[in-house]
């Protein structure tokens, strides 16, 4: 009754501004997600250590056969990691916290870096360019469809594992 | 990193911190082109139906994927070529492709996006994801390196 106070509490922008202002750099909900800086910083460092770990396979990994073996592998396994770390996360709960931070740190950084498309794209485009298109087109073919298998094998054991995990 | 060079913790660094902005790039660029395809939906929408006929579409393609692995797959063929018209130093080719474009560039994320349309039942939009962004990745890449050729003859 008596404890209501006396004035109401300061509008948060100027009656002259409009409520929302989409151009505020403001962090709101409705801040797209590549604005936020702490976002964007997340998924420079995991792409650093993503394309950090891709540069020490190519080292470690001789070369072997007429195409980038190291890449090949390099791209195969991330789809697996990938698809499974984002099924995981996609049945844990909605997008937000942790989950946010672990898919953009670890999957839009860390695997995003590791794994590459111009590598095989220029490689695939070299081969076929000095006249062997077979090894091209299996380089190239070879690379997608098991690319394709592996991140399906990864969604079908992420999905498990959120199963088991409940 | 090329054959020849000589690989110290210092280029591996910058190589990997190239990675790292070329990831942030991918993140700005693909939330950039998710939003501008959102925004032509809602005003196709909103002039057909109103607001909220959007509601229970289809996911809508992954078009920020395939720009983002179209135009890298473009530049580091044009990289490529200058390194081989001595025009970049292998050094830079390093930083620059393997690092810079290898990072910018996804490979895992094209192959979740073409299992979750063939889930979808969207068996043209993930042949056209797996085996479309195939074929427009190379010739991007064969373009980027003819461009090269021309700018800088091996």
Known sequence: MGRRPVTPPAPPVSPSTPPRDPSTPQPSPSTPLRRRLPLVLLVVAGGAVGTALRVLVTLAVPPTGSFDTAIFAINVVGAFVLGLLLERLLRGGPDEGRRRVLRLGLGTGVLGGFTTYSSLATETATLGAAGDVLTASVYGLASVLLGVLAAAAGIAVGARWARGSR | MGAGLPVTPLLVAATALAGGVGAGARFWVDGAVGDALAARRSRRT???????????????????????????????GLVTALALGAVVSPTWRAVLGTGLLGGYTTFSTASVDTVRLLAAGRRGAGAASALGLLVAGVA?????LWLGSLLAPA
């Open chain 2, 46 to 76: 909103g002039r057909r139906a109103g607001a909220g006929a959007a509601a229970g579409a289809p996911s809508p393609y992954p078009w920020g994927t395939a720009v983002i692995n179209v135009s890298g797959s473009l530049l580091l």
């Open chain 2, 140 to 144: 991007a890449a064969g373009l980027g």
